[in-house]
């Protein structure tokens, strides 16, 4: 094949994965946004399709059926807010230790845009198919690279975590962040509730500091 067609045949695949990209992005937003409104009550691939300005047939494309497009979102809005605890955790949003904590529970807590309904949809579909092992997959690999970040501020107030501690921190606030979405608690997005949730873990982290010294001095 000449070279400059095979040029000319590259270029043209651009556009249309900028376009299936575009298309996808549109299903996931008209998705949350349906389930942000209604729940899980209104949510079908029909009323997906119409929402997202595309044919049902432009959606079966790429989605088998609802469920395919609830994990989709799921792991969308997982990752968004993966990247934005790791960028709490690296200190660019604030260097201090309790700024990174409070930076990285305020990500937490304003996961989805900050649409909580359609994050309780989203959390009871997962839930009630069994697919919370899969999603929780890319969470497992990110506490394991990024977790322990808490632990390791340079600062003399914070010792090291191991790998069980970092565990038993992140599924903490998962499991407080779960249960305020599944009950729909009024406080979710309060100032009081993040509070609380930056004192859980800067407590935990300082009595795994206090006992790290107590053993470093015993060991002298």
Known sequence: MPASRQATENKRRIPRQARAAETVAAILEAA????EAGGLAGFTTNAVAERAGVSIGTLYQYFADKDAIVLALAQQQVGLALAEIARALSGEIDPTPEGRVRAMVR??????RGRQRARKAVMEAVLSRGQHSELMLPVVAFVAEHGARVGKIRQPIFARLTPLQTFVMSRSMIGVLRAAVLEE???????????????????????ITKEAAASSAAAR
Do not use: G, M, N, T
Not at 32 to 35: R, T
């Open 185 to 207: 608690q009024p406080f979710f997005k309060s100032r009081p509730f993040e509070d609380e949730l930056v004192r859980l873990v800067l407590a935990y982290l300082a009595s």
């Open 32 to 35: 949350a946004q349906i389930l």
């Open 107 to 112: 990500a937490a807590v304003h996961a989805f």
